[in-house]
Nanobody, 126 residues
Framework: QVQLVESGGGLVQAGGSLRLSCAAS????????MGWFRQTPGKERVFVAA????????LYADSVKGRFTISRDDARNTMFLQMNNLKPEDTAVYSC???????????????????WGQGTQVTVSS
């Protein structure tokens, strides 16, 4: 199974940028759809972005489209989320996840993802 560790979260002012990383160990990273989700206290995880194996078909939530960019470096077993023009409503714990099966289709469906990192906090001040 793929094991995932996020990093790059922090405190930033509105309009600022952060770059999150998701490092994978154990398992074959390149053949899995990977996704980013975020969660605020008392609410369920919501989809942010996903990217297919070999970097195909990136998918974004409407709320982040045009501001966030998902990418992956399969040689380094790492996925990234570049977040620009951050807003206070982007404040959340961001987690990365891998599809339950390899060679799947890119999806925003939370329940398709079976391997989760521990999350990294992003706080955007107004």
């Amino acid at each position: 199974q793929v094991q995932l560790v996020e990093s790059g979260g922090g405190l930033v002012q509105a309009g600022g940028s952060l770059r999150l990383s998701c490092a994978a160990s154990r398992g074959t990273f390149s053949t899995y759809v990977m996704g980013w989700f975020r969660q605020t206290p008392g609410k369920e995880r919501v989809f942010v972005a996903a990217i297919g194996w070999s970097g195909r078909n990136p998918l974004y939530a409407d709320s982040v489209k045009g501001r966030f960019t998902i990418s992956r470096d399969d040689a380094r077993n790492t996925m990234f989320l570049q977040m620009n023009n951050l807003k206070p409503e982007d404040t959340a714990v961001y987690s990365c996840a891998a599809d339950r099966e390899d060679y799947g289709l890119v999806t925003s469906n939370l329940y398709r993802y079976g391997n989760w990192g521990q999350g990294t906090q992003v706080t955007v001040s107004s």
